[in-house]
T-cell receptor, first 114, second 117 residues
Framework: AQSVAQPEDQVNVAEGNPLTVKCTYS??????LFWYVQYPNRGLQFLLK??????LVKGSYGFEAEFNKSQTSFHLKKPSALVSDSALYFC????????????FGAGTTVTVRA | GAVVSQHPSWVICKSGTSVKIECRSL??????MFWYRQFPKQSLMLMAT?????????EQGVEKDKFLINHASLTLSTLTVTSAHPEDSSFYIC?????????????FGDGTRLSIL
């Protein structure tokens, strides 16, 4: 079975400060890891993924994430947050099965104050 | 690229009505599409996996006679909520995977807000 934990329901930061959204995962074998962002009444937008290779992955809108195998973590980071980054963020994992199913975390609401 | 269109974006209808939601991959072929349900401020709950040319695979607890899924072509999957009732009110989201490219992420539609009166 595969699962994802996002330990923080909410993250609040001031604009210009670093933003970190935490994610840990559990999966058999090597994981496929993804971060998505959701704005109100919208679907999910893909931010970045880790499949293999460099542990630091760069994605859209200045976001990056670091894969840490020993800690089974894939935290999302942005060096300088913007008010427009306020949204709901989901971490997701997929194992090596051929069904392509994702397991999502509960989501973390990010609020960036001006 | 990788655009998924979902229609309609908002539906309000009377109890007992059947509602069809369409999910289209606009610029790629998708052998596999997924249907999710999302309650307010909660995560996505996978309802079913839709495979082109075959029957959908439903997750445990999802009524297949209630939520009919048809994947008639490589670019279109439909979800029909039959005889909808107020408890079926929710946000429904579809996603699609590019054909034969397992490293790619799922690409999501913008969702359909279904309100049953």
């Amino acid at each position: 079975a595969q699962s994802v934990a996002q330990p923080e329901d909410q993250v609040n930061v001031a604009e210009g400060n670093p933003l970190t959204v935490k994610c840990t995962y559990s999966v058999s074998g090597n994981p496929y890891l993804f971060w998505y962002v959701q704005y109100p009444n919208r679907g999910l937008q893909f931010l970045l993924k880790y499949i293999t290779g460099d542990n630091l992955v760069k994605g859209s809108y200045g976001f990056e994430a670091e894969f840490n195998k020993s800690q089974t973590s894939f935290h999302l980071k942005k060096p300088s947050a913007l008010v427009s980054d306020s949204a709901l963020y989901f971490c997701a994992v997929r194992g090596l099965s051929n069904d392509y199913k994702l397991s999502f975390g509960a989501g973390t609401t990010v609020t960036v104050r001006a | 690229g990788a655009v998924v269109s979902q229609h309609p974006s908002w539906v309000i209808c009377k109890s007992g009505t059947s509602v069809k939601i369409e999910c289209r991959s606009l610029d790629f072929q998708a052998t596999t599409m997924f249907w999710y349900r999302q309650f307010p401020k909660q995560s996505l709950m996978l309802m079913a996996t839709s495979n082109e040319g075959s029957k959908a695979t439903y997750e445990q607890g999802v009524e297949k006679d209630k939520f009919l899924i048809n994947h008639a072509s490589l670019t279109l999957s439909t979800l029909t909520v039959t005889s909808a009732h107020p408890e079926d009110s929710s946000f429904y989201i579809c996603s699609a995977i590019r054909q034969e490219n397992s490293n790619q992420p799922q690409h999501f539609g913008d969702g359909t807000r279904l309100s049953i009166l």
